[in-house]
């Protein structure tokens, strides 16, 4: 089971008050998580990730483990502690600055 | 009695004002939507509780949302806004072609007969359409083919804002662009033409009168004269007696004809509204008075509406979207400002009241007259 923690807005519309749980078949990548992700929480679609090209949306970040997988391509395999459910996956709202 | 639901998109949220058919006293709603940007609500006029709001945000992207009991719950439905085929490019800021991107929907516009059918504008500008009452869109793609290579943004960007639907004329739609201009189609969307003739704007365009690249800031129409059309231009107030195929200036004595919102009396075919502002470089009411211009000519003679209203110090703005009339004898006016109130006159203009006095920046107003 993967744990999913999203930033604020996405909770309010995903209708979630705390991190959400996926059952994600192996291998575990950034990019199945987000799919599982969006097939459980169809409203997250194009939230996250822009229809169509499915690319991350600029003021959205990935984290896991204190490490910054934003850049990564959607192949990338996650950490084993998220793998295992010991830590999450953070989706973040970057910082507006300021 | 009647009551009056007034739908206000800001900055930060929605909020929706009801106040019996008197409209001296006004209930503010809690936010719906929270911090998240509602560049336009309307409701049906099929059905006054189907409600429709866009919301976007720039690090989440847009939802619409739609309710059927006049705003109390709310369901996300259909948020792709995918334009059609290859979408192609317009011309950008420094000259060079740019491919169209999808960024939010600036206003929707729900058909006058069925609940379901609901228009969208966009940023880039492209007009949607929904059949489905919000969950499928489909873009029209005949208004990008009026010259759309053309179009270039404006620094607020390529939106269309207006979408005007005739009642009795179904097949026509007239739409509006920052910075593309007026359009109009006479057979249900499928194809359309520019419609800018008699537009000059000698100190934006390199050619003052050409087809296409007006800056319109928003049209307004009567539903008993759907040819009669009112435009707020960049500069200019404007009118046109023959459906948009020719336009005259109609700006007489405003103390400047730069403006964003223009709106009809709901009684008076020839009553308008314009709110001057001092302007493109200044984006606030001239001496810091902040007064509605009234013509009961259809324009050219206007008389300043300064009862109620900030006549010192006021440097707010009001956006092309945020003003709006119920359908009330005597008729309502409402408007909404980038400082955070929403002023309200029962009397056609005579006098104003703010009605809310501390929202974030109101970016829309509609009003809904519910029996």
Redesign the interface.
Known sequence: MIRVVL????RN?ARVDQEVHLDVPPPLTLGSVLDALEAQYP?L????R???TMKR?P??RFFACQEDLSHEPAETMLPNEVVSGKEPFLVV??MAGG | MSTVRLLVGTRKGAFILTSDGKRGRWKISQPHFAGWELYHLKGSPADPHRLYASQSSGWFGQQIQRSNDGGKTWETVGNEFKYDGTPGTHQWYDGTQHPWEFKRIWHLEPSPSDPDLVYAGAEDAALFRSTDGGRTWKELPGLRSAKGHLWSPGAGGMGLHTILLDANRPERIYVAISAAGTFRSDDAGTTWRPVNRGLKSQFELPDPQAEVGHCVHRIAMHPSRPDVLFMQKHWDVMRSNDAGDSWHEVSGNLPSDFGFPIDVHAHEPETIYVVPIKSDSEHFPPDGKLRVYRSRSGGNEWEPLTKGLPQKDCYVNVLRDAMAVDSLEPCGIYFGTTGGQVYASANGGDSWKAIAHDLPAVLSVEAQTLP
């Open positions: 930033p604020y807005h996405l519309l409203v679609r194009g939230t996250i822009d229809h169509g949306r003021f959205v709202g970057a």
